[in-house]
């Protein structure tokens, strides 16, 4: 929304109703959703990029415990695929809608016109400065309050049972929300009407896991399986 029609109690409450907490600083509150394009045309506005910065942050390491407490057996690696999977741009975008955040935004007019309460980078970024606004004013114990609840959906999903999914997909979402490519090496041996192919999945030069099978589809998505499931080489 642009300033006219703004309400910071009104935010505040909508808000509160969505994530369980509601922020009592509504000044705070304004800033974490103000967008920088709101805030350039609007001087004396202070825009969400340092909340977004310390929200990250904050996210990350409530995901992070939420994981090592959760899934005591699950390795490094494999915890760090689940992680990426549900702190990426997509997931938080997801999230920001169920709260409801995109009618809450303050936009500069050019962004508005764009469609920018819509875009991805926008929602993520918000929720990223609404979780620090948490964290300043009532702590990290209320922030994990609030990722155990809202982020539990996603986390069962990317650890739910093999078979479940198409790997090569899963794999692929978690790599490149963590900003590395996905590559497979595919070769085969023996008689035409007997060939086994071997897969070799790679990520940013990384050989993470070989997977075998009667075609080439199938090994690529063995390769996929046992990068998913043994995290092997993902750091």
Not at 49 to 69: I, S
């Amino acid at each position: 929304m642009t300033d006219r029609g703004f309400d910071p109690t009104e935010a505040a409450e909508s808000l509160g109703s969505s994530i369980g907490y509601r922020v009592v600083d509504e000044n705070l509150l304004t800033t974490a959703l103000t967008h920088p394009s709101y805030a350039s045309e609007h001087p004396g506005s202070s825009d969400y990029q340092r909340l977004e910065f310390l929200g990250d942050a904050v996210l990350e390491l409530a995901v992070t415990r939420y994981l090592f407490d959760e899934f005591p057996d699950a390795s490094e690696g494999r915890m760090t695929l689940m992680r990426a999977g549900v702190v990426s741009e997509q997931a938080l975008a997801s999230v920001a809608r169920t709260w409801g955040v995109a009618d809450l935004i303050l936009l500069g007019r050019g962004e508005e016109a764009t469609g920018g309460r819509e875009k991805r980078s926008i929602l993520s970024d918000v929720v990223e400065s609404i979780l620090a606004a948490v964290y300043l004013e009532a702590g990290f114990g209320r922030v994990e309050q609030v990722v155990r609840e809202h982020w539990q959906p996603m986390i069962g999903d990317r650890s739910a049972a093999p078979g479940r999914t198409d790997y090569k997909t899963r794999l692929q979402e978690v790599l490149v929300a963590a900003g590395r490519d996905v590559e497979y090496l595919v070769t085969e041996t023996g008689p035409q009407h007997a060939k086994v192919f071997t897969a070799t999945v790679r990520s940013s030069g990384e050989d993470l896991a070989t997977g075998t099978g009667t075609s080439k589809k199938r090994a690529e998505q063995d390769a996929a399986r046992q990068a998913l499931e043994d995290g092997t080489g993902v750091r």
